[in-house]
């Protein structure tokens, strides 16, 4: 089956141009620039309308909360609210109950993902047995199934423990993604134990100035560093809302913004944490950002003149680099896992009306533009003006 998207708008992280799409057994088979309305025989037409057609979005951190904590969100609920903001590959984090930390758990959440057949799902396994202090994984059989390990949630404390994950993450290939508390102090630890052992780091949801100087630093040195931020810390400041790194100053936030733009931040992830209200009541720490996120990035990009072609640098192509992963660009052959966003598009956040089984925000009643219109997976339109397909 061929389909045209006509009447777009392309942009990835390179391209900004009006065009259209040729789509064949799920991939992009080609892309016409300055040509919005090729004439073709045999195709089904979907008509982009004018809008903006980009790479489906790579979120490098999620919580999906399955197995076990499933009261709060499930891998289909948790995909739905994501489809429907746009996301068509999930980096899901370990720190679910049990915790993912062996062969049979990963195979287990990949199978779920793969009978769902709705996001395309990279499962983190924790570097720890259990997030305990210093058992390390069996990364031999782990490796099979993910590229991913971290203990999101909990910061490493023993700094043995990091050497030799930093180590493996070079011995097997994957990324170490850690969740660091006290933020700027762990991640400077963790560079000295990088220039010492090597190894492949993603510092998540970095949300200070102090912290990203350290490791634009280490960049400058040659590390292997990467970093990601959340929508909610690029958006606000001083938010009296619990959330694990907490709200920052003003100072912070405008930091980071000026890394989106200057190139030094790499990845915009969501650190989607649904939780229950009585579990928000006891304290439990997160925002539900799945079908918010883009539009809270829009916005703070487009107030502060950064080019959509960043974000979608730092929501799909620089992603897709790092795990490893298809997509993240508009590429002829490449699989045809894309978003269809009107940037214009105003709405008020109505948590009610969330696909999430959680609706914990502080953002309820917040105006912001930026619309998902559709989201497309492997050349099937899951998510449309409203409704998952
Ligand atoms: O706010 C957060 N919530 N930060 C984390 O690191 C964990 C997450 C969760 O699992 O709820
Ligand atoms: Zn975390």
């Not at 259209?20 to 979907?46: D, F, M, Q, S, W």
């Not at 910061?155 to 990091?162: E, G, P, S, V, Y």
């Not at 993450?169 to 090597?198: M, N």
């Amino acid at each position: 089956m061929k389909q045209l998207i006509t009447h777009v708008r392309l942009v990835d992280a390179s391209t900004d141009s009006p065009g259209a799409l040729l789509i064949e057994n799920g991939r992009i088979a080609k892309i016409y620039y300055n040509e919005t309305n090729p004439h073709l025989e045999g195709v089904a037409i979907i008509d982009g309308g004018g809008h903006v057609l980009m790479p489906g979005f790579i979120d490098t951190h999620c919580h999906l909360r399955d197995p076990g904590l499933t009261y709060k969100e499930d891998m289909e609920s948790g995909m739905k609210a994501a489809l429907k903001g746009g996301f068509t590959t999930l980096v899901a984090m370990a720190n679910t109950a049990p915790v993912v930390d062996n062969a049979d758990k990963l195979k287990a959440n990949l199978d779920k993902a793969k009978a769902l057949d709705l996001c395309t799902l990279v499962q983190n396994s924790a570097l720890t047995e259990n997030f305990s202090k210093d058992r390390l994984v069996d990364f031999e059989s782990t490796r099979k199934y993910t590229q991913a390990y971290s203990n999101d949630g909990l910061n490493i404390d023993d700094t043995d423990t990091m050497a030799k994950g930093l180590a493996a993450s070079t011995t097997y290939d994957f990324i170490l993604a850690t969740h660091c508390e006290p933020e700027t102090a762990t991640v400077q630890r963790d560079i000295e134990l990088l220039k010492e052992k090597g190894g492949h780091l993603h510092v998540c949801h970095i949300s200070k100035k102090a912290t990203l100087d350290a490791i634009v630093k280490a960049k400058k040195e040659g590390l292997d560093i990467t970093c990601e931020v959340t929508p909610h810390h690029l958006y606000a400041s001083g938010v009296d809302y619990k959330v694990h790194p907490p709200f920052r100053s003003e100072e912070d936030r405008l930091a980071l913004i000026q890394g989106c733009a200057d190139g030094t931040i790499d990845c915009c992830g969501t650190d989607h944490a649904p939780h229950s209200h009585e579990d928000k009541a006891k304290g439990s720490p997160g925002i539900n950002n799945f079908e918010t996120a883009f539009a809270m990035y829009h916005k703070v990009f487009s107030d502060h003149s950064i080019p959509l072609t960043r974000l979608s640098e730092m929501m799909s192509a620089t992603p897709a680099k790092r795990y490893g992963l298809q997509g993240g660009l508009l590429a002829e052959g490449s699989v045809a896992d894309l978003v269809l966003v009107d940037p214009q598009a105003e709405f008020i956040v109505e948590p009610n009306t969330f696909v999430s089984k959680s609706n914990n925000t502080p953002f309820a009643g917040e105006h912001l533009q930026g619309r998902v219109l559709w989201t497309m997976k492997g050349g099937a339109i899951r998510y449309d003006y409203g409704q998952t397909l």
